[in-house]
């Protein structure tokens, strides 16, 4: 599920930044729709995987479906999706799934905010077969930030939201940073050095580049790549004792079909991090992919015409 007071919340002051920021745009480049209500209907398959000691942990991730819906120059912008059914037969287990996200597009600042907790993952390796984990569970909480350093004429919302329409080519660096929480419970026939849980806190700094590609009056391309690196702030949580460097790297990338009042999107995200603890290396991706549809109007109920 993804929806909570917390997001509406977040939702709203993000809100405010946004609009604030509109009037900066390069109208050559950008311009918002007409239609004053954005509604949109998605499916979506989000999924928190990680890997240790040459062994991959994978939860059986559900299919969501969700709604959404934005009314310019107000404070509502809101999605709700819910978890259909396990991807993967029972065979693979069942999975625990507490996923929130914000994804936020201001004209110069890009907020992503994340609260995801799975519980119950299964690897499936050579040697023998299907094993299942209920009780091994991993959580992160994360924010990260980007500044568009050109954002009056590339546009986060045309790319990744559908509000906004991108007229022509643009591109633009990306100065950005994250701050992130991980716990990771192991189940109790686990064999990790330390056989323990883990709790790990990083803050780092991350470069990248973002372009949106207009083919024509109706396809775009855009993508966005962030790498940096993040610093352990309190390292004793890890078990090292030492404060180590952690390579990240971002990805955001979007295929958008787009008419006067409606658009198809195709939007991936990955966001890979990594721990050490206990002398192992823990390789995390969080991987989201969604296929939406957004319909813009300036009235959701139609009025009658009067008879004469």
Same mark, same amino acid.
């Given at each position: 599920?993804?929806?909570?007071?917390?997001?509406?919340?977040?939702?709203?002051?993000c809100?405010?930044?946004?609009?604030?920021?509109t009037?900066a745009?390069?109208t050559?480049?950008?311009?918002?729709?007409?239609q004053?209500?954005?509604?949109?209907?998605?499916?979506?398959?989000?999924?928190?995987?990680?890997?240790?000691?040459?062994?991959?942990?994978?939860?059986?991730?559900q299919?969501?479906?969700?709604?959404?819906?934005?009314?310019?120059?107000?404070?509502i912008?809101?999605?709700?999706?819910v978890?259909?059914?396990?991807?993967?037969?029972?065979?693979?287990?069942?999975?625990?799934?507490t996923?929130?996200?914000?994804h936020n597009?201001?004209?110069?600042?890009?907020l992503?905010?994340?609260?995801?907790?799975?519980?119950?993952?299964?690897?499936?390796?050579?040697?023998?077969?299907?094993?299942?984990?209920?009780?091994?569970?991993?959580?992160?909480i994360?924010?990260?930030?980007?500044?568009?350093?050109?954002?009056?004429?590339?546009?986060?919302?045309?790319?990744?939201?559908?509000?906004?329409?991108?007229f022509?080519?643009?591109?633009?660096?990306?100065?950005g940073?994250? !701050? #992130?929480?991980? *716990?990771?419970? +192991?189940? &109790?026939?686990?064999?990790?050095?330390?056989?323990?849980?883990?709790? /790990?806190?990083?803050?780092?700094?991350?470069?990248?580049?973002?372009?949106?590609?207009?083919?024509?009056?109706?396809?775009?391309?855009?993508?966005?790549?962030?790498?940096?690196?993040?610093?352990?702030?309190?390292?004793?949580?890890s078990?090292?004792?030492?404060t180590?460097?952690?390579?990240?790297a971002?990805?955001?990338?979007?295929?958008?079909?787009?008419?006067?009042?409606?658009?198809?999107?195709?939007?991936?995200l990955?966001?890979?991090?990594?721990?050490? !603890? #206990?002398?192992? *290396?823990?390789? +995390?991706? &969080?991987?989201?992919?969604q296929?939406?549809?957004?319909?813009?109007? /300036?009235?959701?109920?139609?009025?009658?015409?009067?008879?004469?």
């Amino acid at each position: 599920m993804k929806f909570s007071c917390f997001a509406l919340f977040i939702l709203i002051v993000c809100n405010y930044e946004s609009r604030a920021q509109t009037a900066a745009r390069d109208t050559s480049y950008i311009k918002s729709y007409s239609q004053k209500i954005l509604l949109t209907g998605y499916v979506a398959d989000n999924t928190l995987p990680f890997a240790v000691g040459g062994k991959t942990f994978s939860p059986n991730n559900q299919l969501n479906v969700g709604v959404g819906i934005a009314i310019k120059n107000t404070v509502i912008n809101a999605l709700y999706d819910v978890g259909l059914v396990p991807l993967k037969g029972a065979e693979y287990g069942k999975t625990n799934i507490t996923d929130l996200q914000v994804h936020n597009y201001g004209t110069h600042l890009m907020l992503d905010l994340f609260l995801q907790k799975y519980k119950g993952f299964y690897d499936n390796d050579i040697s023998h077969g299907i094993f299942v984990y209920p009780n091994l569970s991993f959580t992160q909480i994360g924010a990260e930030g980007s500044y568009i350093f050109n954002g009056n004429k590339f546009s986060g919302r045309a790319a990744y939201e559908q509000s906004e329409i991108q007229f022509q080519s643009a591109g633009s660096f990306i100065l950005g940073g994250g !701050a #992130y929480l991980y *716990r990771l419970g +192991l189940d &109790s026939s686990m064999s990790i050095p330390g056989n323990q849980s883990i709790r /790990n806190f990083q803050v780092g700094v991350n470069v990248g580049y973002g372009y949106s590609w207009v083919i024509n009056d109706r396809w775009l391309l855009s993508g966005m790549l962030k790498l940096g690196a993040n610093a352990e702030d309190e390292p004793e949580l890890s078990g090292g004792g030492k404060t180590k460097i952690y390579p990240t790297a971002f990805l955001r990338g979007s295929s958008v079909y787009q008419k006067p009042d409606w658009s198809v999107c195709f939007l991936m995200l990955i966001n890979n991090k990594t721990i050490y !603890a #206990y002398d192992q *290396r823990y390789s +995390l991706a &969080s991987v989201d992919l969604q296929l939406s549809y957004t319909r813009h109007l /300036n009235s959701i109920f139609k009025k009658k015409k009067s008879r004469q």
